[in-house]
């Protein structure tokens, strides 16, 4: 009877904090959900033994999926639900959320949005455009707090430490259109003030060939890949895929305009970047 009741006020909390479908933005709802339904089932029939199986799985499954930016901005901040176009941001929230429902042993389409909104938010609620973890390191570290994720970069055989400070929204105010709102853009810089001199680990490039770095990563981990450009952490996102045992890049492609793994191995895809710097490796808790 008490565990009964336990549950009970279990659920009435969850209610009580959910997002509301006025709050959701669909691509299209009719399709969204039905499609969305459909992974989380076809992923219940699988036998995964861990998360990042999970995440493998359900990545590739996107692959074919357009390139299309900017799917989130709106005028009034939304959970904008969109599974048929992804930028490199959107694919990997999207994938994650798609797995971490089906970790919960779930397959609703409301239980992902209710998820997708705990990844994607500060604290796990929207609130607002200033609400949304728009940097990687916060988004990190947020999510890490709540136990959604952890970071692994530092746990890698050869990893290193980059200092910077994250500041580039508030000094590109012109290339975010709600940051002409004076009462959103306070709010963005306050939240760049906690990453003056941000320190964080990562893996540089020129270690990416190595074999111990190549033998520690895992299908399905997810990666970001750090950056030169100042005040910025990261530039991208993506997932890791093996090929013959070698880390593959599996994302969203501004360049290719789809989802795609690209036909060189992880090292040699950064190494042909002038600006990216190396990565960080995050894996799902769930």
């Known amino acids: 009877m008490k565990k009964a009741f336990i549950l009970i006020l279990s659920l009435y909390a969850f209610c009580a904090n959910a997002i509301t479908l006025e709050q959701?933005?669909?691509h299209n709802e009719a399709s969204d959900t039905t499609k969305i339904t459909e992974i989380l089932v076809a992923i219940s029939k699988q036998n995964f033994d861990n998360p990042n199986s999970r995440i493998n799985y359900i990545a590739h499954s996107f692959l074919g999926k357009p390139y299309v930016a900017h799917t989130l901005e709106s005028e009034v901040e939304m959970l904008t639900?969109?599974?048929?176009?992804?930028?490199?941001?959107?694919?990997?929230?999207t994938v994650i959320a798609l797995a971490y429902t089906a970790g919960e042993g779930r397959s609703s389409w409301r239980d992902f949005i209710h998820n997708l909104e705990k990844i994607r938010y500060r604290s796990g609620r929207l609130d607002g455009?200033?609400?949304?973890?728009?940097y990687i390191s916060d988004w990190i570290i947020d999510n890490?707090?709540?136990?959604?994720?952890?970071?692994?970069?530092?746990?890698?055989?050869?990893?290193s430490y980059q200092v910077k400070t994250i500041n580039f929204m508030s000094q590109n105010r012109?290339?975010?259109?709600?940051?002409?709102?004076?009462?959103?853009?306070?709010?963005?810089?306050?939240?760049?003030?906690?990453y003056r001199n941000h320190r964080f680990p990562y893996i540089k490039k020129s270690d990416l060939r190595k074999k111990e770095i190549?033998?520690?990563?895992?299908?399905?981990?997810?990666?970001?890949?750090?950056?030169?450009i100042n005040g910025l952490d990261v530039s991208h996102l993506g997932i890791i895929t093996l090929?013959?045992?070698?880390?593959?890049?599996?994302?969203?492609?501004?360049?290719?305009?789809?989802v795609t793994i690209e036909n060189k191995p992880l090292h040699e895809t950064l190494m042909n970047s002038r600006l990216n710097?190396?990565?960080?490796?995050i894996r799902l808790n769930q």
Do not use: M, W
């Open 24 to 26: 959701v933005r669909f």
């Open 214 to 228: 190549q033998t520690a990563f895992r299908a399905g981990d997810i990666i970001a890949l750090t950056t030169r």
């Open 81 to 93: 639900v969109n599974i048929d176009e992804v930028d490199c941001t959107t694919f990997v929230e």
């Open 243 to 258: 090929i013959n045992n070698i880390p593959h890049l599996l994302h969203a492609s501004s360049v290719k305009g789809e």
């Open 174 to 194: 012109d290339k975010y259109a709600a940051l002409k709102d004076s009462i959103e853009f306070e709010k963005i810089k306050n939240i760049e003030i906690g």
């Open 144 to 159: 890490n707090h709540r136990g959604n994720i952890k970071e692994v970069s530092n746990i890698f055989p050869f990893y």
């Open 277 to 281: 710097t190396g990565v960080r490796v």
């Open 129 to 134: 455009y200033s609400s949304r973890l728009h």
